[in-house]
């Protein structure tokens, strides 16, 4: 006898709908921790029931526009004070460098997701536009719309985003964004997360930082400003060997050396669109050695690039912005040697702790990739927090303090496609997409 159509109820149509969520999101259980306790507790979080992956999963490719949830107002992130506890015992992370595809995906560790950095550019930041010939922001703005976006901000709601920026090249857009993360969300600051870290206390509902790798001198002179006048904290990860001095990030100084005559043996294969893979993917003694030979080589040096001073470095930290270690000259800590990796982030940390005249607590890997020997480093130097690059949400309390996830963005997207960010929906999208390459 011939099923009905009319049993296809709403509530199917739910279910296959979380299906899709659960298969794009590939959430894991919150980690184990004490619940919330005193008066400002907050219920815990309420999580869609678990529902079978699909065999593949679908993904609406329509721009149909839905009614949307209303966001939360957030509110304001609690006074905070410096907090003296330990770092916790890590788990074993996975080798770095490794991001197996989905075939050889390996099986996470209780409760921990795999890490995936994002792979292109400095700090993944190009990853985060897209392939060449997709306008980013073309591409994310239909997910705005898309039917699974309400259930994708839902869930965010119970999960913290650490925004990643690197230079403010669009204030005005950057404005637009920080008034969204007022109205929609809870700005925290850094010294929030530690303290929620060291009191095992998950951070209030839609917490979110604001982070900027590499630190050129846009966050002070335009980032800043906005952040104070919204009162929203954020924190900073700066490449100390540039401190003080005009000397270009060495991707760029790559760059151009490369399109005014620079040739390094290590290179004379290959198109220049790959220049900064390429290097990235040596060994970091055949990096230098490459850079090396692009300035000998090349007819004309790279203008200066006035960087951040150590005074500048004070001025971010009255204003509310922390500032953090992101070793001493940005290598790909991967392709280091072990003694290199120690000297890359002590060298650093002694730096930093001298100008600013107490030590950091914070760390952001390079290249966004987590480091099993740095982040031992990290360790014996008492650091607190460790931010990857690897363009997810994380849980409201750090399982893995060292290895803290993070959102990718840019002062120039769109709010729109900021808030696919935000909810997890387009980096989920993107997991899928790399998944089904
Ligand atoms: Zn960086």
Redo the contacts with the bound molecule.
């Keep these: 006898m011939p099923q009905s159509h009319s049993t296809t109820s709403t509530s199917s149509l739910t279910d296959r709908t979380r299906a899709v969520v659960t298969a794009l999101t590939d959430l894991r259980p919150p980690p184990t921790a004490a619940p919330p306790t005193g008066p400002t507790a907050r219920p815990a979080p309420t999580r869609p029931a678990a529902v079978p992956h699909p065999p593949a999963p679908t993904v609406p490719t329509d721009g149909q526009p839905v009614v949307t949830q209303p966001g939360n107002r957030g509110t304001r992130a609690p006074a905070t004070r410096a907090c003296s506890r330990p770092a916790r015992a890590l788990a074993p992370a996975p080798a770095p460098g490794s991001a197996p595809g989905p075939a050889a995906r390996p099986a996470p560790a209780p409760g921990r997701p795999p890490r995936r950095p994002v792979p292109d550019g400095?700090?993944g930041v190009d990853g985060v536009d897209g392939p060449a010939g997709c306008p980013a922001d073309a591409r994310g703005a239909w997910l705005r719309f898309a039917p699974v976006q309400p259930l994708f901000r839902a869930r965010a709601a119970q999960r913290l985003a650490v925004l990643a920026y690197h230079g403010v090249t669009d204030p005005r857009s950057f404005g637009a964004q920080l008034d969204r993360l007022r109205r929609l969300a809870t700005p925290v600051s850094l010294t929030a997360v530690q303290e929620a870290v060291a009191e095992r206390r998950p951070l209030p509902a839609r917490s979110v930082l604001v982070t900027f790798?590499?630190a050129d001198r846009s966050v002070l002179t335009h980032a800043l400003p906005a952040l104070i006048e919204r009162d929203i904290p954020a924190a900073a990860f700066v490449i100390s060997e540039l401190i003080g001095t005009e000397r270009p990030f060495w991707w760029h100084e790559a760059d151009f050396l490369a399109r005014h005559g620079g040739r390094a043996r290590s290179l004379d294969c290959g198109h220049p669109s790959q220049l900064l893979r390429r290097l990235k993917a040596m060994p970091d003694p055949d990096r230098r050695r490459s850079l090396q030979e692009l300035r000998v080589s090349a007819d004309r040096r790279p203008p200066g690039q006035e960087q951040l001073t150590p005074a500048d470095l004070v001025a971010l930290r009255e204003g509310g912005v922390a500032i953090g270690n992101?070793t001493q000259g940005?290598p790909c800590l991967g392709r280091c040697d072990d003694a290199t990796v120690r000297a890359e982030i002590t060298g650093a940390h002694e730096a930093l702790t001298r100008w600013l005249g107490e030590p950091p607590i914070a760390f952001?890997y390079?290249d966004g990739g987590h480091d099993v020997r740095a982040e031992s480093v990290l360790q014996e130097l008492g650091y607190r927090l460790g931010f990857l690059s690897d363009h997810r949400l994380g849980p409201r309390l750090p399982s893995h303090p060292l290895q803290i996830s993070r959102l990718q963005v840019d002062s120039t997207t769109s709010t729109r496609r900021f808030d696919t960010i935000l909810s997890g929906l387009e980096p989920a999208y993107r997991r899928w997409r790399g998944q089904a390459a």
């Design positions: 400095v700090d790798d590499d992101h940005h952001a390079p």
